[in-house]
């Protein structure tokens, strides 16, 4: 047994591969044991076994294998990376383990399988199991079948997927073994269960006995639906409710519904295999089918009959067999083979289904014309026919055949079309069956149900009636409007008998919803307008906005035109609703109307109307307009009264103000009656006659108006127009076009027919008068608003000179959108024009197209053109191809019926002569044009092989063949396009040309759909292929295309597609996949109707908040509600206003002055943030172009609808460049009054503004530049700080005007420019000048070069990018320009930099040519400026550049020079940083650069400054006299010049030079290495860590983003910042001093550095990572553990909360908590637990439990409760002491989680009975003493920090610390801040003295000392009031000396203990909140930074050199040649000597 004893020491997972059969035993035993233990399922444990579970299934021994098993299946189920393992097992199962004896061994088997599928694995097992069935062994076979059906049985057929299964079955029904055949039965019932029928067609070809047994099992089977009893892991919930179900008892009928949508519905076609036909078609069969005889035709009809009753046939090219069938069909004489040859193409079309769909347009018309055989078997062969046709295609695509033959005289084939309708009515749905379609439909099938043939009836009432079930009465009502009541209800019964196939979807419900809103009107009313749009929302959600028909808010007088208004297009054609009767008015005769007016007009009235006295006729008229305004409508006899308006002297009135009352009383009857067209024809001749008169002409047009109102538009204009031109009078000729222009903008372009005026316009264009040629190009103006370019085509042949005339007026509409129509139809809706508009959307988009004459060219399609198409010879073939291109050419417009065409040129497509080729592409683009939308049905046939030609491997051929595509495209949609497998068969052809130019297109087409069909889907695969192609152009073409799929398809169903995958393709294709989601595109919004026309009332409510929401949420939720609130909005300011009945907007001018009160800018919370983020997410264009495209013009449109006024928009993107003027001048009136709003609109005002650059307009371009003079002041005051985005957007646009030949303009530039840099970092600016440098323009490039060198003359050598030296380069190369200027330009600059900078210029420059050279020498001689003479022009420059710094600075300013300098530093300090630092006084700060250069300005002043009170700095000040004195900011002991050094040195590490950053780490990390220096770094940590974060980000967001920087440079910088930190943390009592507020910034940059994936390409890489690791531990380990906990929390708590933040960041955050959770035991003494657990609370309410758990990963919750199990562990029920810092302890959620944990762990330890003996006997006594120390020590720290026993406290201290000499306060101290701890040591260090009587303490100890009344701070927690104010931001230095000042004038003498604080005490160290939040850390950090820059320099220059010296011994060591320090030397000689 020796040998036992050895394997039982190996570990479990080495036994398992023992060699000893017992040692796997034992070690699958134990496994097993493990598996069940661990609760973890993300343990790493589990992945140890991840190559070990193939060998526990396959183990050799039986004995074993069993224990294996058993452990498998526990690993399975619980371990998360079980599915690795998935292939391996599943196929180690099927091969060695069903194949073995023992049952149980199976059983086990099955369950490893079924547990995979569980886990999500279903394909990969049933793959596995599959190839099974293949073995030899057929146990194997049996358990595979078995584990098959029972997979099925218990998911069910969703998850395990038939199709593979049932291809297999017929095989296994042939097996010679029994046990597998009677295996394969009883899967194939467990099939039928949940396929029904669909299983009969693939299993109806085994053996008849087996299909007879099956037959006998299958009606066992019960009926119920059967339901899937097992799910899996992500099915949680369906289990929940499954579980329910079965509680409640069974089949409860609760869940009956979902359960039945839970099985999916399994079609037997899908289930199929595809059968090639076309090869086994008989080799005669062509010739045969053309025989004279019959019999032999019939013989090749049966070969074919025979091979289409395959059900589901193979894709391929059939047309030449339809063609061939059709050609029978049509034209064979003998009938039975008609009928035999409608059975094929049935067979062909259900056996190809939607492949079929390309060739139903040939055959239909054919099928139906053959309908007049009256043969039964002939008519129901054809039925079947194109029954089985319809379903390959849609209604739509046949829709023009079938209605071309609906007028057909025969009847019966009027009566077999009308009955197909009703047939394929019944297939349709509400949404299948939109408006457009039953339109046309109806119209026709009314003309069918008053046919004269009884059967033709019978059939049209039928397909109204299955119409009316479809699409819902409110659909169709309005089609029906002139039935009458006897057929209405014959339709209506005939809708009840229908049966349809998608169930009853009918508009019932949608007729409940839509009713409230309308008022009692007749009920066809109601019809025409509620419902139907319900439907179309449904049908189509986009562009369709119409408020139901008829609102309260309209005034009730006006029914006729709104019952027209509910029928859409179709009112217009005269079909006029309810009020049929009385529009068709029959003529009275004058006898009848003057009974009728004398009833209602006064006597004296009816006898003046023919008085030869013209006062007598104007007081007749008076009274008679007194009489109509007082009828009501319904008395109102019109036509009656205008008869007798019309008596002599009637229109021939030669009295003009007569005249002019009769033309209003007719307006005023159009309006107020019940006007008919009879009435109107009565007067309109004499309306047309005036309309040109002078006096009259604005009456009769009004008239006019009132009677289109009446009537219609479409009518009044036709009968208007043609009485014109039936005159001679040119005057109203013209004025009547006029008026109709005018009126079609108000009234809408609906109904109008264009042909009727097209000729009346040509004759106009051709008259002699000019105003009437005017007018009538004015008028095709406004017609080409609503028609487009198409009107054109009908001028053509217009004169040129004309034609250039129209094309003028078109070219001044283009970009106009039509203006929503305000009169007519839409007073109804009360909403200003929906309905219009709703109808524009549908008759003008289409209509217009149709309205154009097509020709039919199909007889010029002879059989002898399209023979000549297909000649042998290509000279032959061209000749065709040129008559064919002639023919479309003359008709222009041709009707679709384009004969054997299609099929002719199809083959040219793939001609061997190229040219050809060619040619045919550029015919079929002719054809789109030509044909217009009707080209959508021979998108199949012809579309489809141009995409084949994308594969060519011509460029030029592919070229062509993507603008017919895209032709093509434009006319059809995509829709029909992507349709069927057509376009997945294109791009699965492995032709790398091909794939691109396909993917190029769907690429560039799939954003701008809003759906797309499902098939979609079956592209995927062959685009995961592409994801790999060869070729690396179809591999990026298929990159980018992925984004665009996965917006339609979504993430789950691609990623669901790579299932089919190989592993190794898969992984790469799904991170690709996760890449592409994260630049997934928005799916496009609906067509943004709202914000480019805001229609009626809501327009003018638009600057009511709620409406103004409401209006952007009408544009967005266009689809879901059609906008009933418009309407009310509408109605409601019609009210206000006052205007009865007339429409508020119908004058623009009535809203103006109420419109433009409102502010201009509206601010939209977060609305920039978003619109950042949208530009970053891709989700919008970029802002960056050369010249902007129409695109970017329209995105910024969009993004200004929601904050800029509606008006300020149109007149900011107005065509007329006076508008724009008029934009910028309002913009420049509001800058002040709206300073929040421009801010908030920044971006899009620079943006809006760049366009403006790029007018030609000077003048628009003037006033752009003086608005953002304007506008950069007020932002510098502001303090605003232009963000990246809004700089990167704008500033290159500005600098391309730099260029500008006028000298103003670039003078403007020149001034914004340099106010720019008060509010952008002049080094960000640099970068963007230095690219203007590279421009073509040779001023830009000139002026570029001045402006940088003005920078450097300002700013210093650190505003060079990226490095000085780069940017000097960079410069010297434009000294060898070919421009003069720009010559000049570069030496200038380079000059300046000189004076700057001196000789070291010469050594940035690098080599120059020695001509460039020269002239550099030269220019620098003449220069004759030495470094120490000041530049003049600096000083003037400076002024115009500071004026505007904030004013507040004014008190401390010492003239400008040095207040720029200020700015200066901190751009110099920070580098890309200044963004962070905008709230930081600027005060105190020097700049050596400008001290140097400067002698003038300043010099007086510096004396006073400096000289100021240096002497008595160093006598002893006992007793500051009660008097107030100026401070000197300067130090006031000699001890800070060790700190001011390393204050400056640390102000470097953060500078943006590499170098500069290096050589100062260096010299830190030198001083941290020697023990008796490093304490000289005490005080100046979180100082020094601030500094490297900063770095660390400067890193990450510029220098790594820099392609020009080495990356060894920032690897070198790395690894100095990591080192230095690592010497810092290495020191223990320098690492406690780092604050929380740091250490989380400093854990953030570490971890993200860490994260970083740029860091890992670089070649040390790897290592710069594991040293960050490293670091992470030591400032775990060694800093302040109660900070760095703290830290820990919130920063968790941040990147929880931040959405950009990543998982893997939180992941490392919470790896660092768990590693403190490990340390507490350690270090839980010394932690301030009443601050950490605040920091828990704060967490915890931020993070309720609910909203962890919804986290995506359980780390966070853990991780929380292992850190509160640990403290309560480690402190016991003590630990609820420690909840004192917790306002309201109640309401936390940490107080309860205690308590449980607590009332836990004493349940299980056993003791409750005391509290302190939990952790044993032993250690009770050290804990008691212990505890008893805290709690005294803890209440005199207490003591110390309340205001009143503060003395009391520290006395008690001082006493206690004499007692217990070895007591430690240190944990008491560590947690406060440090200025708590100087304050206690100081209080100690005083007492001491006075008891020892010493006296004072000198004010040159070096401890600051602090005021005493007010500096104590309250608690161990809160700030000195003196310290932060009360908003957290920093504060000047002079506010804290004024506080000072009045503080020691109240304390009088009072205060002689304490000396008063020196400035800089109070500057250098401000106590810092210990838990400030860390951008407030930063500030503070930052001006401490400055200021010890700024004091160091002030030291230096004025006290003697020994100063220096000695900082410069202090600091560099040997090894660092202090270049710094000697540098900084010399300066301060020259300084020196230059004051002298």
Known sequence: ???????????????????????????????????????????????????????????????????????????????????????????????????????????????????????????????????????????????????????????????????????????????????????????????????????????????????????????????????????????????????????????????????????????????????????????????????????????????????????????????????????????????????????????????????????????????????????????????????????????????????????????????????????????????????????????????????????????????????????????????????????????????????????????????????????????????????????????????????????????????????????????????????????????????????????????????????????????????????????????????????????????????????????????????????????????????????????????????????????????????????????????????????????????????????????????????????????????????????????????????????????????????????????????????????????????????????????????????????????????????????????????????????????????????????????????????????????????????????????????????????????????????????????????????????????GWLAEKLPTLRSVPSDLLLCVPHLYSCLEDRNGDVRKKAQDALPFFMMHLGFEKMAKATGKLKPTSKDQVLAMLEKAKANMPAKPAPPAKASSRVVGGAALAKFQPASALAEDLGSNTMESKPDPKKAKAGGASSKAKGVQGKKVLSKPNLKEDDDKSGPIFIIVPNGKEQRMKDEKGLKVLKWNFTTPRDEYIEQLKTQMSSCVAKWLQDEMFHADFQHHNKALAVMIEHLESEKDGVISCLDLILKWLTLRFFDTNTSVLMKALEYLKLLFNLLSQEEYHLTENEASSFIPYLILKVGEPKDVIRKDVRAILNRMCLIYPASKMFTFIMEGTKSKNSKQRAECLEELGCLVESYGMNVCQPTPGKALKEMATHIGDRDNTVRNAALNTIVTVYNVHGDQVFKLIGNLSEKDMSMLEERIKRSAKRPSAAPVRQAEEKPQRTQNISANASMLRKGPAEDMSSKLNQNRNMGSHSETTHTVPREFQLDLDEIENDNGTVRCEMPALVQHKLDDIFEPVLIPEPKIRAVSPHFDDMHSNTASTINFVISQVASGDINTSIQALAQIDEVLRQEDKAEAMSGHIDQFLIATFMQLRLIYNTHMADEKLDKDEIVKLYSCIIGSMISLFQIESLAREASTGVLKDLMHGLITLMLDSRVEDLEEGEQVIRSVNLLVVKVLEKSDQTNILSALLVLLQDSLLATASSPKFSELVMKCLWRMVRLLPETINSINLDRILLDIHIFMKVFPKEKLKQCKSEFPIRTLKTLLHTLCKLKGPKILDHLTMIDNKNESELEAHLCRVMKHTMDQSGSKADKDTEKGASRIEEKASKAKVNDILAEIFKKIGSKENTKEGLAELYEYKKKYSDADIEPFLKNSSQFFQSYVERGLRLIETEREGKGRIAASTGISPQMEGTCVPASTHTVSSSIGNTNGEEVGPSVYLERLKILRQRCGLDNAKEDRPPLTSLLSKPAVPTVASSTDMLHSKLSQLRESREQYQHLDLDSNQTHSSGIGTTLASPSSAAANIDDLKKRLERIKSSRK
């Not at 009727?756 to 103006?781: D, E, M």
């Open 1 to 999: 047994m020796g040998d036992d004893s050895e394997w039982m020491k190996l570990p479990i997972d080495q036994k398992c591969e023992h060699k000893l059969w017992k040692a796997r035993l034992n070690g699958y035993e134990e496994a097993l044991k493990l598996f069940q233990k661990i609760d973890d399922e993300k343990s790493p444990e589990w992945s140890k076994y991840l190559g070990l579970v193939k060998k526990f299934v396959t183990d050799s021994n039986a004995v074993a294998q069993l224990k294996g098993l058993e452990a498998a299946l526990a690993y399975v189920e619980n371990a998360h990376v079980a599915g690795k393992t998935t292939g391996e097992v599943a196929s180690g199962v099927v091969n060695k383990v069903f194949n073995q004896p023992k049952a149980r061994a199976k059983e086990l088997g099955l369950d490893i399988c079924l547990m995979y599928i569980e886990i999500e694995k279903g394909e990969a097992v049933q793959e596995e199991l599959l190839k099974g069935l293949d073995n030899k062994n057929p146990k194997i076979i049996v358990a595979c079948i078995e584990t098959l059906r029972k997979a099925l049985s218990e998911f069910g057929s969703k998850i395990i997927s038939l199709k593979p299964i049932i291809k297999v079955l017929p095989k296994l029904f042939e097996s010679r073994e029994k046990a597998v055949r009677d295996e394969a039965k009883l899967l194939a019932v467990e099939i039928y269960r949940w396929i029904r029928d669909a299983l009969r067609p693939p299993l109806q070809n085994i053996n008849s006995v087996q299909l007879k047994e099956l037959e006998e099992e299958w009606v066992k089977v019960s009926s119920a639906a059967p339901k899937q009893t097992r799910f899996l892991r992500s099915q949680q919930e369906l289990k929940a409710k499954f579980e329910q179900q079965q509680a409640v008892g069974g089949d409860a009928d609760g869940g009956g519904d979902d359960e039945e949508e839970a099985v999916p519905q399994v079609d037997a076609y899908e289930l199929l295999e595809a059968v090639e036909i076309l090869s086994k078609l008989p080799k005669d069969f062509y010739e045969k089918i053309e025989a004279k005889k019959w019999q032999e035709r019939k013989e090749a009809l049966e070969a074919v009959e025979l091979l289409v009753k395959n059900p589901k046939l193979e894709a391929g090219d059939y047309a030449d067999l339809v063609k061939v069938l059709k050609k029978v069909v049509g034209k064979d004489t003998n009938v039975m083979l008609v009928a035999l040859a409608a059975k094929c193409l049935a067979g062909l079309a259900a056996g190809l289904r939607k492949k079929f769909g390309q060739y139903a347009g040939h055959v239909v018309p054919t099928i139906l014309e053959k309908f007049k055989e009256k043969k039964p078997q002939v008519v129901q062969a054809l039925q079947e026919a194109i029954d089985a046709i319809f379903l390959t295609t849609t209604l739509q695509n046949i829709s023009e055949d079938v209605l071309a033959v609906m007028d057909n005289k025969n009847p019966t084939i009027k009566q077999q079309t009308s009955l197909f309708i009703a047939r394929s009515f019944r297939h349709c749905t509400p949404s299948t069956l939109p408006k457009s379609l039953l339109k046309p439909f109806c119209a026709a099938l009314l003309k069918h149900i008053n046919d004269s043939a009884p059967e033709v009836r019978d059939a049209g009432f039928e397909a109204l009636g299955t119409a009316l079930k479809v699409a819902g009465e409110k659909a169709v009502n309005p089609f029906l409007a002139d039935v009458d009541k006897l057929k209405l209800d014959r339709i209506k019964e005939c809708a009840e008998k229908v049966e349809l196939v998608y169930g009853k979807k009918t508009g019932g419900a949608a007729e409940k919803k839509e009713g409230k809103p309308i008022t009692g009107k007749t009920p066809a009313l109601s019809g025409t307008g509620g419902d139907k749009e319900t439907k179309d929302a449904a049908s189509k959600p986009g562009p369709l906005k119409k408020a139901p028909a008829v609102k309260s808010g309209g005034p009730p007088k006006k029914g006729k035109p709104a019952a027209a208004a509910g029928m859409g297009g179709a009112g217009a054609k005269g079909k006029k609703g309810p009020e049929t009767k009385e529009i068709f008015e029959s003529e009275l005769s004058i006898e009848v109307c003057e009974e009728k007016a004398a009833a209602v007009l006064p006597a004296s009235c009816i006898q003046q109307l023919d008085s030869g006295n013209w006062k007598e006729r104007l007081a007749c008229m008076e009274e008679f307009q007194k009489a109509v305004e007082l009828m009501e409508r319904n008395e109102m006899p019109c036509q009656a009264l205008v008869r007798m308006l019309a008596k002599k002297p009637g229109w021939k009135e030669t009295n003009f103000q007569v005249m002019q009352m009769k033309l209003h009383i007719v307006a005023l009857i159009a309006q107020k009656g019940n006007f008919s067209k009879t009435s109107a024809q009565v007067v309109l001749d004499g309306l047309v006659d005036k309309v040109g008169d002078v006096k009259c002409g604005s009456n009769a047009k009004e008239a006019m108006t009132a009677i289109a109102e009446a009537c219609q538009l479409p009518w009044t204009a036709e009968q208007v127009v043609a009485m014109a031109f039936s005159q001679k009078n040119p005057k109203n000729q013209s004025e009547t076009l006029n008026w109709l222009s005018n009126a079609i903008k108000e009234f809408g372009f609906s109904g109008l027919n264009v042909k009727a005026f097209i000729s009346n316009v040509k004759t106009a264009l051709a008259a002699t008068n000019p105003a009437v040629r005017t007018s009538a190009i004015t008028l095709l103006g406004v017609m080409y608003l609503y028609v487009g370019p198409p009107l054109r085509m009908f001028f053509e042949d217009e004169k040129p000179a004309l034609l250039s005339q129209i094309d003028a007026e078109f070219e001044k509409m283009q970009g106009q959108t039509a203006p929503a129509p305000t009169r007519g139809i839409s007073r109804h809706s009360g909403g200003g024009g929906d309905d219009g508009e709703e109808e524009e959307q549908e008759d003008v988009g289409n209509d217009v197209v149709d309205l154009l004459p097509r020709t039919d060219i199909g007889d010029k399609i002879t059989a002898e053109l399209v023979s000549k198409i297909g000649d042998k010879n290509w000279k032959i073939r061209k000749e065709g191809l040129d008559e064919v291109t002639s023919i479309i050419n003359d008709a222009k417009f041709i009707q679709p019926n384009i004969g054997e065409l299609p099929a002719a040129l199809k083959s040219r497509l793939n001609d061997s002569n190229k040219i050809l080729v060619q040619q045919t592409l550029s015919i079929l683009q002719q054809l789109a044009t030509a044909m217009g939308p009707n080209i959508k049905q021979h998108v199949k046939n012809l579309g489809i092989p141009v995409i084949t030609v994308l594969g060519d491997s011509k460029n030029n051929v592919r070229a062509a063949a993507l603008a017919t595509v895209n032709a093509w495209a434009e006319q059809t949609g995509m829709k029909e396009w992507l349709e069927g497998e057509d376009l997945s068969e294109e791009l699965k052809k492995e032709n790398p040309f091909l794939r691109q130019e396909l993917l």
